[in-house]
């Protein structure tokens, strides 16, 4: 049996697309979400959140989406969340090189964002062997 999606961390420097991002997986979704704007304030938040999934920009000043995730794969009590890169970077090569760092998928941008939530449960359900 596929355990339940709730709760999701959705990390975005880009303030309007986390505003976007937090309606279409709350209100549509139904999904508990937490919000940040740094790969620094993602890692410590998914410690303290515990999120079932991680939803994370590939493009961010300082810590980008590929360092978070070495970081968050580097920790024992974060390393078997899976996690979504959403970016515009969605060439054939590109994906491959993303999915060979370990996401369970990629999601282009823009996104539509009345489709998201399904579109992030579809991943859950593939990613659990659904």
Request: proline fraction near 7%; charge should be negative.
């Amino acid at each position: 049996m596929i355990p339940v999606l709730e709760r999701i961390l959705y990390v975005d420097d880009e303030e309007m697309l986390r505003t976007v991002t937090n309606l279409a997986l709350t209100r549509i979704g139904k999904f508990t979400v937490e919000l940040c704007d740094s790969g620094t304030k993602a890692v410590e938040a998914a410690k303290r959140f515990r999120p079932d999934m991680i939803m994370l920009d590939v493009m961010m000043p300082g810590m980008d989406g590929p360092a978070t995730l070495r970081a968050l794969q580097d920790d024992p009590e974060t390393a078997s969340i899976p996690v979504i890169f959403i970016t515009a970077k969605v060439q054939p090569r590109e994906v491959e090189a993303f999915h060979a760092l370990g996401v369970v998928d990629v999601i282009a941008k823009p996104f539509e964002p009345m489709g998201l939530a399904g579109q992030v449960r579809g991943v859950w359900e593939r990613f659990h062997g659904g």
